[in-house]
């Protein structure tokens, strides 16, 4: 079955750190740009961060600039995503995505094409509250 997994959400202070988990099962990720995302209730589901296939590009929107570092361990099938400085707002459902139409994210357009997006997993609850 071809999915991708994502792991590693749960409950923090704000200020506090997660990294997240992006496992890819039944196919290959290498040739995939994959994205982050993240939804909470009653509204769309934005795009969070971006990495291009060959780790060359990333994008990150800027909301999470300069906290979240997107990587990827192509050895491994699995990209991460490091939250550092987490904000209340941060809080969310993370799910994580190929794009199946390009190899590369590097800027906005880019992650704004969620149509582009497949292979969704169930997401991780990220929970950021005192």
């Known amino acids: 079955q071809v999915q991708l997994v994502e792991s590693g959400g749960g409950l923090v202070q704000p200020g506090g750190s997660l990294r997240l988990s992006c496992a890819a099962s039944g196919f290959t990720l290498d040739y995939y740009a994959i994205g982050w995302f993240r939804q909470v209730p009653g509204k769309e589901r934005e795009g969070v961060s971006c990495?291009?296939?060959?780790?060359?590009?990333?994008y990150d929107v800027d909301s999470v600039k300069g906290r979240f570092t997107i990587s990827r361990d192509n050895a491994k099938n699995t990209v991460y995503l490091q939250m550092n400085s987490l904000k209340p707002e941060d809080r969310a459902v993370y799910y994580c995505?190929?794009?199946?139409?390009?190899?590369?994210?590097?800027?906005?357009?880019?992650?704004?094409?969620?149509?582009?997006?497949?292979?969704w997993g169930q997401g991780t609850q990220v929970t950021v509250s005192s």
């Open positions: 995505a190929a794009n199946l139409m390009r190899s590369r994210c590097g800027n906005s357009e880019h992650l704004a094409a969620i149509h582009e997006y497949a292979y």
């Open positions: 990495i291009s296939y060959n780790i060359g590009d990333t």
